[in-house]
């Protein structure tokens, strides 16, 4: 009745990744298969869709730094930003980025002028 109680542990642990290897191998032929089977290539498109609304380009690209009430988090609030800002500034801010800290280009160059409008009436 003597037995070794490391024995279940190993076999468990050369179980394992003798499975993990299988299972990755088996990933990568369906990986393939899906593929083909879409018509597509294994690469996504990496183009944007540029969204007409200012509100959802900051959903997608500012509400990280200003925050979901544009109470500021990383960045500044943009509450009452029209005040002390042109829409012009604003724009500059969007495009060129501001003083090392927000970086520039996050909106398109064809929607600065509607998102500048847009955070300029932040109330």
């Known amino acids: 009745m003597n037995r070794n109680p490391v ?6 642990m050369i179980f394992g990744i003798a499975l993990m290897f299988g299972l990755s191998f ?3 032929g369906d990986q393939k298969q899906l593929a083909a089977s879409k018509g597509g290539s294994t690469e996504q498109p990496k ?10 380009i900051y959903k997608g690209t500012c509400i ?21 800002y042109t829409k012009e500034q604003i724009m ?3 495009t060129k980025g501001k ?10 160059q064809e929607q600065a002028a509607a998102m500048a409008a847009w955070v300029a009436n932040i109330k």
């Open 7 to 12: 024995i279940p542990f190993v076999l468990i």
């Open 26 to 28: 088996k990933g990568l």
């Open 47 to 56: 183009t944007q869709t540029a969204s007409a609304n200012p509100e959802d």
């Open 64 to 84: 990280g730094c200003h925050g979901d009430q544009y109470q500021g988090v990383v960045g500044p609030s943009l509450k009452g930003v029209g005040k002390k």
């Open 92 to 94: 500059t801010f969007i």
């Open 99 to 108: 003083g090392g800290k927000m970086p520039p280009g996050l909106v398109p």
